[in-house]
């Protein structure tokens, strides 16, 4: 991960700084993530977006795919017209094995305990700001840029 990583920011277009999506995810990632940008003389800020455990948990076990169009629908959140069918196209909708509620679970557990180390790390070194995620993503980005430091 991290030669990919170093790779592709030393690219031109990432000289004023860039934005990762999902990474770091461990303590050993974060620390790794600190010494690349170091070199670069650069100082991450980790923004956390904040979403209830049992909200994540309905998002992915609630989701249901066509396997015909690959549509996909949640049945909490988004749910086709009729039960358990394809809005376009009357197929009979599936749920992904990886989406089963108890593989989730474990999934979620995984990434608390990789994570919340990482989540410590920088919320120690005041480099971390927290975001309510389960709001409209206007209102996330909103929230965001009053909170993030000025630079
Ligand atoms: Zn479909």
Redesign the pocket.
């Known amino acids: 991960m991290n030669l990919i990583l170093e790779e592709r920011l030393s690219q031109r277009d990432c000289k004023q700084g860039f934005i990762l999506d999902g990474y770091p995810r461990s303590l050993a990632q974060a620390e790794s993530l600190d010494g690349l940008l170091k070199e670069k003389v650069l100082t991450p800020h980790v923004i956390l977006l904040d979403v209830p455990r049992e909200r994540v948990l309905r998002l992915l076990s609630g989701r249901r795919v066509?396997p015909?169009?690959?549509?996909s629908y949640n049945i909490y959140y988004q749910p086709p017209k009729t039960e358990g069918v394809?809005?376009?196209?009357n197929?009979r909708l599936v749920q992904r094995s990886d989406d089963q509620e108890d593989v989730i679970r474990r999934r979620l557990d995984t990434y608390q305990e990789e994570t919340q180390p990482a989540i410590n790390y920088y919320e120690d070194q005041g480099r971390l700001t927290r975001a309510n995620g389960s709001q409209r993503p206007e209102k996330v980005a909103a929230e965001i840029e009053s909170k993030l430091p000025s630079q």
């Open positions: 066509c015909l169009c690959r549509r394809c809005d376009v196209d197929t």
